[in-house]
């Protein structure tokens, strides 16, 4: 009897271990159906594989080749796309060379998706269309990039600057540019949000927006991405980095861990997919706040992980070196800052 007892305890431990590396185990899923590969033109059969950490649904290739990433509570998807290089000589050697296409979905990934219609109709529209998506966007804000109007002649991009120059630096502790420029400073008009809020913009913040109105210029006004009016009022994007950095949106790739006010910076950066927004805990000024939002771009023609943000130094968005290079690896300035990042 003890020996059928140890027989059957290990028979269960086994048949229990047996289900735990099953869970963790990626689940693939064959679509019978023939897909064209958009990098070569192939046709090309399509394998959708479910993976954690986080939950997220993968498009392969039959060879194995991403076509697509789509991470569950999340609208942005990257997608695999013509070759593009993004560059900013005025201020950086760091050249971006990606396949890598960031869109916004209609609505948040979940596993399962892909037997939608909203979702087959979005994807046969946007796999391989070479239509503006959330790089091209924040390029447009770059020094030197072209203006560009709408209709009624508005400037909606273009070199845009960081924020009005500080008069009196004994005031917001001598910072030499002001913060707070939002999307409707930079176009210089009104806006009224989804709650009807409206919101006015100052005259001499035209044409500048600092590190999270970057960020909601480029997701909500560019993207459309649901915007609130403050962090307070509304709902969707707030509008700090702080708001953003804590809110529910999205689904969280790097959480915030380590004691308050400082908190730690994270072990694993692997994470990151392009199109995640990294957070930073820059000032000891601002107490537990994060104060510093900026766009992942994945890696450059060196390897290192780079990101784009809009920052004082150079006095607008940036992937350049000034006050620190725009990397996340190594022990840079904005690497041993960072703090965490979540998917939108």
């Not at 290990?10 to 897909?35: C, G, I, M, N, W």
């Not at 210089?188 to 949000?193: A, K, L, N, R, S």
Request: a neutral charge.
């Amino acid at each position: 009897m003890t020996v059928l007892a140890l027989l059957g305890g290990s028979a269960y431990l086994t048949f229990e271990l047996r289900k735990d590396q099953e869970a963790k185990t990626p689940s693939v899923q064959k679509v019978t159906d023939s897909a064209m590969d958009a990098a070569s033109g192939d046709s090309t059969e399509r394998v959708w594989e479910r993976l954690k950490n986080p939950d997220r649904s993968v498009l392969r290739t039959g060879s194995g080749t991403v076509l697509a990433t789509f991470t569950d509570g999340a609208r942005t998807a990257t997608l695999r796309g013509p070759s593009r290089t993004f560059t900013e000589p005025a201020n950086t050697k760091s050249r971006m060379v990606t396949e890598d296409w960031v869109r916004l979905m209609p609505e948040p990934w979940q596993q399962g998706a892909e037997k939608e219609k909203w979702f087959k109709d979005w994807f046969k529209q946007y796999f391989g269309s070479e239509e503006d998506d959330i790089f091209a966007f924040a390029f447009q804000y770059i020094e030197g990039a072209p203006v560009k109007k709408d209709d009624e002649g508005i400037p909606y991009a273009g070199d845009a600057d960081f924020g009005p120059v500080n008069e009196d630096l004994s005031k917001h502790r001598g910072t030499p540019l002001l913060e707070e420029s939002d999307f409707y400073d930079y176009l210089g008009i009104p806006y009224t949000f989804r709650n009807g809020t409206t919101m006015q913009p100052q005259k001499a913040r035209y044409r500048a927006i600092d590190c999270s109105g970057f960020i909601r210029t480029v997701f909500g006004y560019r993207a459309r991405y649901p915007l609130m009016a403050t962090d307070k009022v509304g709902d969707g994007l707030p509008r700090t980095a702080n708001g953003m950095g804590r809110s529910g949106l999205g689904a969280e790739i790097i959480p915030l861990s380590g004691p308050s006010p400082w908190y730690e910076r994270p072990q694993n950066i692997d994470v990151l997919q392009p199109g995640d927004l990294v957070f930073f805990k820059m000032d000891h000024h601002t107490g537990n706040r994060l104060d510093h939002v900026a766009l992942y771009l994945g890696p450059d023609t060196e390897g290192h992980k780079m990101f784009i943000s809009s920052r004082k130094e150079v006095n607008g968005p940036t992937i350049g070196d000034k006050g620190g290079t725009s990397r996340l690896d190594g022990n840079g300035f904005y690497a041993q800052l960072l703090r965490n990042a979540k998917r939108l």
